[in-house]
């Protein structure tokens, strides 16, 4: 079968020109990643300028963001603070000369798309830069530079990711201290200020209009801050914390809020420790009865323990069970019973419980017994236990 010449060199010009075209593509995309990748590969090696920021910032649309930043050059390069010093932002890509249209701010005036203007003194080598009027769309990675004369350069080993958010961020709530009953706290609510010219304003259900401080963190970002020191008690167990943070956008004519709640797990000894019989009184020689020891506490009750007082001497009758039942005599005339709960906190003591006999009343005399000896009973089991 013939084939043209034609038709041949066609095939074969779209065979190469595929081929080409393959190729280019492939070195296109090796390209890139070299200049992506391997640039902060190089780093600092042959990057000239470097900045001092966070590597990472969040904002909040309709709000502003304050990017706390500090730029020097490599002591050989040839940076001079009395020349005209201007700074740069650019987005994506790092590379300069490759698309200018990154460039969205300069200081000079020039290439300023993006609401940016450079608060610190480039002279002195403070680059800070206010970014207002945020949206979402500006999610990207930022690359400074510095024009200084013959000395431009940008800061490829330092990129800044920021990412913009239609909510904000819930406040954190912290406890410093032991949640123990009688244990003094500091609780506090914080919430990031990226926008320290509109902070957010913090409340909660612990105290009425808490006076809000604006704290400067170690990378020179903000946080708003309340806090209040409180002695916890076995009310405060179960108590849910709410803290709410409403931020101003859109220049305070809009709000945008978030809370954050968090709910306390105070521990404490047993409390309400009582005697509770079954049958209710009265009794009877004879029959059976159970005394129970109720109570509560956090955490667990892990031991029971019970104690009578019997022609004045105290007398362990039964550990470490939370019912206690016998047989009824006439013995039992004139006894009063304890119970005790422990817990890992601590351990508490019932009143005394007298047996009440059919046709018997409770006296003046017997309830000033009772509480006679009930400090004696707890100095003595706390000392026995």
Known sequence: ML?????????????????????MLTDNMLLTLFFVSGA?????????????????????SGSCLLIPCIFSAKPDQDFNSVRKTFGLWI???????????????NSSGTFTTYPMSITGDLSQKQCTTLFSS????????????????????????????????????????EISGDLKEKESVTISCSASTPCPHSPPKLTWNLQQDPPNNIEENTDRTFTTKIQKTITLSDTHDGFTISCSATYPVNEGREVKTAEERKTLNVSYPPKDVMVVISPTDPVSVGSVVNLTCSCRGKHPVVNFVWYM?????????????????????????????????????????????????????????????????????????????
């Open 309 to 385: 007082i019997s022609d004045g001497r105290l007398e362990l009758i039964k550990a470490d069970t939370q019912v206690y039942g016998f047989k009824v005599t006439n013995g039992d005339r004139g006894r009063v019973y304890y119970c005790g709960c422990r817990n890992d906190r601590d351990i508490q003591l019932s009143t005394g419980c007298q047996l009440i006999f059919e046709g018997e009343q409770v006296g003046v005399e017997v309830i000033l017994k009772i509480l006679a000896v009930i400090m004696l009973v707890s100095t003595l089991v706390i000392f026995e236990w």
């Open 134 to 173: 945020l949206i979402t769309s500006y999610t990207d990675t930022y690359f400074f530079r510095i024009e200084n004369g013959p000395f431009t350069a940008t800061a490829d080993c330092n990129p800044l990711q920021i990412t913009v958010h239609d909510s904000p961020p819930s406040p954190r709530i």
């Open 91 to 105: 987005k994506s890509d790092s590379r300069f000369g490759t698309n200018r249209n990154n460039v969205i701010f």
């Open 40 to 60: 902060l590969a190089d780093c600092p090696q042959y990057s000239h300028l470097f900045i001092t920021a966070p590597k990472q910032m969040e904002a909040l």
């Open 3 to 23: 084939v043209s010449k034609s038709v041949m060199f066609e095939c074969c010009g779209l065979i190469w020109s595929q081929f080409l075209s393959v190729n």
